[in-house]
C-alpha cells in the first residue's frame, strides 16, 4: 500500500513537468516551422518584385498567447549599401566592401498569414512607403 502511494506521489511531481517539456518542445517546432514557411513567402515576394535582396534576415515570429500575428525580418539590396555606404564617408568612417551596412538604411519585411493567405509588406527604412504584396 505504502509503495503504491510514494509511486503516485511521483507520478504526480514527474509527469507534469515532462509533459510541460513535450509541449513546449513541440510549440518551438511549430513556430520554427511556420517561421520557415514565411520565409519562403518572403524570398518569393523579393524576388518577384525586383529587390535583388543581397541577404534575407534570419524570420522571428512575433508571438502573443501562443498566436502568431506577424514574421519580421529585414534586408539590404545595393541601393541600400550604397545610401549607407554614403552616410558612413560623410562621417569619415572607413568601411569595407560589407562593413555594417545594413544600417540605418535597410528595407524592413513583415508577412502576415489570413485564411491560408499570404501578405508581405515591404518598406524602405527609416522613411520609405511601405507596399504590400500578396503570395499563394
Not at 25 to 47: G, T
Not at 58 to 70: L, M, S, T
Not at 74 to 101: A, C, E, P
Not at 109 to 116: G, P
Request: charged letters at 25%.
Amino acid at each position: 500500500m505504502k509503495t503504491k502511494i510514494i509511486s503516485i506521489i511521483l507520478l504526480i511531481l514527474i509527469v507534469p513537468p515532462i509533459l510541460f517539456c513535450v509541449l513546449n518542445s513541440s510549440y518551438e517546432l511549430y513556430v520554427n516551422h511556420q517561421e520557415n514557411i514565411a520565409y519562403s513567402k518572403m524570398q518569393q515576394a523579393v524576388d518577384k518584385h525586383g529587390y535583388n535582396a543581397i541577404s534575407l534576415e534570419p524570420v522571428k515570429a512575433r508571438i502573443k498567447f501562443f498566436h502568431i500575428y506577424e514574421y519580421k525580418s529585414s534586408f539590404s539590396n545595393q541601393k541600400t549599401l550604397n545610401k549607407n555606404r554614403q552616410l558612413f564617408n560623410k562621417v569619415g568612417y572607413k568601411i569595407g566592401k560589407h562593413d555594417d551596412l545594413e544600417t540605418p538604411y535597410k528595407y524592413s519585411i513583415s508577412a502576415l498569414k489570413s485564411n491560408e493567405k499570404w501578405t508581405v509588406y515591404i518598406k524602405e527604412e527609416p522613411f520609405g512607403k511601405e507596399k504590400s504584396y500578396r503570395e499563394d
